[in-house]
């Protein structure tokens, strides 16, 4: 049993929120903030982008980009903070994290709690010469009366100091946001986030721009979201973000509102992902997200299409050695099927 495992239940005495915070002041005081070595043949190029290795954390941990050098010594191979908004809010009412332990689940309706962009902007420019990738995910305010100008003025701000933007209209705690995934709207905001991401090109920084979406969506919608990634020439798709399905579950926390991830999502967002891939025809970069907790979950995303992988709800039960347990996994899978490098094994499912 590892030391986490052993002490997971005197943890889990904690509210949730409450232990997340104190994680983070635990890893702001982390010493030895760079990341070890990754194992060669877990390299590769993504979006012009150099990963050392394809497990990623994803966005919703670092909220307000106080951590990302911490979260990449723990052997990610990238870093997401966010969701940032251009203006401080607080998010919805407490309680609104919940630990479905039976499930190996989370649930959150958090709302894009965060300090907002400028304060953010301040500590990224403080580790912008320091090695490792750090993107930035960027959301709209509740009370905004323009969602898209947000999105396009996060791309600006941001543009700077992100090694890649993800743009987030998937998240179902904020009212309406995910009526942004319908084809006229999604028509309006990728036009305006891309004339805003090479409007900062001009100042030299030019990053690849990730499209995050939902797992619940219909065939005719996955279809559009293809065909316009591809019209604007995103350079990813994120598949996906939390779910607001119910498969049965097991824990008396089940019937709480929000997005729902951790194991439960795997199967919905492993099929997302496949639909994905068919919808694009394998021309957009997939970065996987959704129930995946071990090197096999990893692999299978990997199989299907995805050239990068993201976890979050994972850790809360894994603990912090879960990415280099992965990446561990990841090459004994490589050597297992005869794959010299994790690239070759992407699509070939």
């Known amino acids: 049993m590892s030391l986490y495992a052993a002490l997971r239940p005197l943890l889990f005495t904690i509210e949730a929120e409450r232990a997340h915070r104190a994680t983070i002041r635990a890893l702001r005081l982390k010493p030895g903030r760079t990341a070890p070595a990754s194992d060669p043949r877990l390299a590769s190029e993504v979006a012009g982008l150099r990963f050392p290795n394809p497990v990623g954390l994803a966005a919703g941990f670092d909220k307000d980009a106080q951590v990302p050098d911490a979260i990449l010594s723990l052997g990610f191979g990238f870093a997401e903070v966010g969701t940032l908004t251009p203006f401080p809010q607080a998010g919805n009412p407490r309680p609104r994290l919940f630990r479905l332990v039976e499930d190996r689940a989370v649930i959150n309706r958090m709302g894009f709690n965060n ?8 500590r990224l420019l403080r580790r912008n010469d320091r090695p490792g990738i750090v993107g930035v995910n960027i959301g709209a305010n509740k ?3 323009d969602r898209i100008a947000d999105y396009a003025n996060g791309v600006r701000v941001m543009a700077g100091v992100a090694r890649y933007l993800t743009v987030n209209i998937s998240s179902p705690n904020t009212p309406g946001l995910r009526a942004l995934q319908d084809r006229g709207a999604l028509t309006e905001l990728l036009a305006a986030v891309v004339e805003a991401r090479d409007a900062a090109a001009t100042g030299g920084s030019r990053p690849p721009v990730f499209l995050k979406v939902a797992p619940d ?32 579950l097991r824990s008396g926390l089940a019937g709480e509102t929000g997005g729902l991830s951790g194991a ?9 992902l496949i639909d994905f891939r068919k919808a694009t025809g394998g021309a957009i970069p997939l970065i996987a997200a959704g129930g995946i907790a071990t090197a096999e979950d990893a692999y299978a995303r990997i199989r299907a299409g995805a050239s990068l992988v993201q976890l979050y709800s994972a850790l809360v039960y894994a603990g912090p050695g879960l990415a280099r347990r992965i990446n561990r996994g990841l090459v004994r899978l490589l050597d297992r099927d005869g794959f010299p490098a994790v690239g070759d094994a992407v699509g070939r499912g």
């Open 217 to 248: 969506l219909e065939p005719a919608d996955i279809d559009d979201i293809a065909e316009l990634s591809g019209d604007y020439r995103l350079d990813g798709l994120i598949v996906s973000n939390t779910t607001i399905s119910r498969p049965p």
């Open 264 to 272: 439960p999502l795997r199967d919905l967002a492993q099929q997302r």
């Open 143 to 145: 009370d905004a009366v």
């Open 115 to 122: 300090g907002g962009q400028a304060a953010a902007l301040e």
